[in-house]
């Protein structure tokens, strides 16, 4: 694999820096990653291609930085998809009709939020979503206050896999997923890892549920399944 690194600022690929449709012929508007592509920058990684395509030929494609990564046109993988980021304000963006798919499999991200507007699948694969930094709060839901790393509704609903993993050092709270938000999800699995999950304000549904926390899982709201299981491993340390 080949890897490019930028070791004091962002680091941005346009595949079509004109945003033009002259001539009709838009595969020179593409960005095409090799085998085993990682993309590394101090800042940010950003990924465009207005009037192309976005592909990775085979492989893992891994995309770190400090401080987040945004694509803003569709992004498709023949192989897994790595993204992460360091900080306390890294993010991961998908814009608005962006579909970043990696055709059946894995993705894996590490951040500290996300900002989904377009969608995210791994079709029959996995996705795991790891909160970077330790002791920030994790939400999936409806939440008026700000919290670190927020999976909204509509946001759940954008994404599609065979299983979701939500990692967090802190607490997870869950309020206020309907059967559409989570029908594109097989298993939704939470996992707390040093503290409590907690089942806010109003009732959620999910096809199948997974919930381990270090301490408690608690609920102040139903949670239902439609299709499968819930299954819960409080450890009750703290």
Same mark, same amino acid.
């Given at each position: 694999?080949?890897?490019? *690194?930028?070791?004091?600022?962002?680091?941005?690929?346009?595949?079509?820096?004109?945003?033009?449709? =002259?001539? @009709?012929?838009?595969?020179?508007?593409?960005?095409?990653?090799?085998?085993?592509?990682?993309?590394?920058?101090?800042?940010?990684?950003?990924?465009?291609?207005?009037?192309?395509?976005? #592909?990775?030929? #085979?492989?893992?494609?891994?995309?770190?930085? &400090?401080?987040?990564?945004?694509?803003?046109?569709?992004?498709? *993988?023949?192989?897994?998809?790595?993204?992460?980021?360091?900080?306390?304000?890294?993010?991961?963006?998908?814009?608005?009709?962006?579909?970043?798919?990696?055709?059946?499999?894995?993705?894996?991200? #590490?951040?500290?939020?996300?900002?989904?507007?377009?969608?995210?699948?791994?079709?029959?694969?996995?996705? *795991?979503?790891?909160?970077?930094?330790?002791?920030?709060?994790?939400?999936?839901?409806?939440?008026?206050?700000? &919290?670190?790393?927020?999976?909204?509704?509509?946001?759940?609903?954008?994404?599609?896999?065979?299983?979701?993993?939500?990692?967090?050092?802190?607490?997870?709270? =869950?309020?206020?997923? *309907?059967?559409?938000?989570?029908?594109?999800? @097989?298993? =939704?699995?939470?996992?707390?890892?040093?503290?409590? =999950?907690?089942?806010?304000?109003?009732?959620?549904?999910?096809?199948?549920?997974?919930?381990?926390?270090?301490?408690?899982?608690?609920?102040?709201?139903?949670?239902?399944?439609?299709?499968?299981?819930?299954?819960?491993?409080?450890?009750?340390?703290?």
């Amino acid at each position: 694999g080949s890897t490019l *690194t930028t070791n004091t600022g962002s680091l941005a690929i346009d595949g079509d820096a004109d945003n033009s449709t =002259v001539g @009709g012929n838009q595969t020179s508007n593409a960005i095409t990653l090799a085998s085993n592509v990682t993309l590394n920058a101090n800042t940010t990684v950003t990924l465009d291609a207005t009037n192309g395509n976005i #592909t990775s030929t #085979t492989g893992t494609l891994t995309l770190t930085s &400090v401080d987040g990564v945004t694509i803003n046109d569709s992004l498709t *993988t023949n192989g897994d998809l790595t993204i992460s980021g360091t900080s306390n304000v890294s993010l991961l963006t998908v814009a608005t009709g962006a579909d970043v798919s990696t055709t059946n499999n894995d993705i894996v991200i #590490t951040i500290h939020d996300i900002d989904l507007d377009g969608t995210l699948s791994s079709g029959a694969d996995n996705i *795991t979503i790891t909160q970077t930094i330790a002791g920030a709060d994790t939400s999936i839901g409806d939440f008026s206050t700000n &919290v670190d790393l927020q999976i909204d509704p509509a946001e759940l609903e954008r994404i599609t896999a065979n299983e979701l993993t939500v990692n967090s050092t802190e607490v997870i709270s =869950v309020s206020n997923i *309907t059967g559409a938000n989570s029908d594109n999800i @097989g298993t =939704v699995r939470l996992n707390a890892l040093v503290s409590d =999950v907690r089942f806010f304000d109003a009732n959620s549904t999910f096809n199948t549920l997974v919930v381990t926390a270090d301490d408690d899982i608690d609920f102040f709201a139903s949670v239902t399944t439609d299709t499968g299981a819930i299954s819960l491993n409080a450890q009750g340390t703290g």
